[in-house]
């Protein structure tokens, strides 16, 4: 009876968590929406651009967007997107961040400002680095950016 009661144990445990994992929650709404989202709840968002029609895409998101170590860390600090590049909003996304290969990774800001992009399909792991990536204030562009163009002034002003 005990070796019964065991695995019957077993089975819910190793039930409960599979119906527990989840990967990566992809949320909906207007883009607006969306970044009202991430400055209410002070994260950065995570946007899968892709088409209908990329391979990687798709690969993605059956091996890489599922994984529950992928969801933890990115449902824990961002707001996910998923966005058609072809499509409705994705449209003008494609045009504002300059997307032009597929899947491509961005994250921006709650103002919609682009804090760090990737691209190209990556296993799991892979993927979790560049979420930690994204995360770091040195990897920020609006800050490499600031330094860049006050490293210009301090020299145009130099060289007078």
């Not at 989202?37 to 990329?54: H, S």
């Not at 993927?127 to 006050?150: C, S, T, V, W």
Request: hydrophobic share 40%.
């Amino acid at each position: 009876m005990k070796p019964l009661r065991w695995l019957f144990y077993v089975i819910f445990t190793w039930s409960w968590s599979v119906a527990l994992a989840q990967g990566i929650d992809f949320k909906s709404g207007s883009w607006k929406s969306i970044k009202e989202k991430a400055l209410l709840q002070n994260k950065m968002i995570f946007v899968d651009c892709y088409t209908t029609w990329c391979s990687p895409c798709k690969w993605m998101d059956k091996n890489t967007f599922s994984n529950d170590s992928v969801g933890m860390l990115y449902n824990q600090h961002f707001i996910n997107v998923k966005m058609n590049m072809e499509k409705g909003e994705g449209v003008q996304i494609k045009k504002l961040y300059n997307v032009d290969a597929y899947p491509t990774y961005l994250f921006v800001d709650g103002n919609g400002h682009l804090i760090y992009r990737s691209l190209g399909a990556c296993s799991p792991k892979v993927f979790i680095k560049i979420g930690r990536d994204a995360l770091h204030p040195k990897n920020n562009l609006l800050q490499m950016e600031q330094r860049f163009f006050d490293s210009v002034q301090f020299t145009k002003t130099d060289a007078k």
